[in-house]
């Protein structure tokens, strides 16, 4: 991605986390960019491919504030950091959400979004799993879990309860022994 695409990417998730999708135009990116009408124009033939661009800088840009080592010291610990990091508790995060969100309501209609987060979904699950067998064999997990299951256990959980902290914000510690309690639960 060349740094003038990177560069309107950035000004179109800035808008998208502000405004929505409703708001996202080649002239609001002009504007929320600093430049003129014609270089957004000159940059994009449509709106689909700004909006691709978008999607594309959102997923390079997530990053974790959980243990680089996975699952340490437990997996159970160390899943909770990660749900956690995932949700709405802060201006950055909500922001991340919203669009994680915008983009998620327009995948059934677009299979080029909906292809980009699936492959997202998809490495998620895949290292999960993996994470999962290791936990495993070292006897963390009980064998009776299935994996992909318990995997799509958690980004379900994780996914539905950012989306509901956007309309409905809980203090920080309470969405932390959440989030704890219904790892447990999931593991148990």
Known sequence: MSARITEFADAALQIVARDGLPGLSFRSVARE?????????????????LLHAALERAQSTVTGSFSAEPAKPTLEKWLVGLV?????VDAERRAAVIVGVAFSDRAPFDEKIAA?????DEAIR????????WRRADGELHARLDDDSLARAILAFSAGLAGQL??????????EALVAGVVASMLA
Do not use: H, M
Not at 33 to 49: I, Y
Not at 126 to 133: G, H, K, N
Not at 166 to 175: G, K, M, S
């Open 33 to 49: 960019a600093g430049c003129s009408l014609g270089a957004v124009q000159k940059a994009f033939a449509t709106k689909e491919e």
């Open 84 to 88: 956690s990091a995932t949700l709405p």
């Open 116 to 120: 980009s987060i699936r492959g997202g």
């Open 126 to 133: 895949t290292q999960l799993i993996r994470l999962f067998a």
């Open 166 to 175: 956007l309309y409905d914000p809980r203090p920080v510690a309470e969405v």
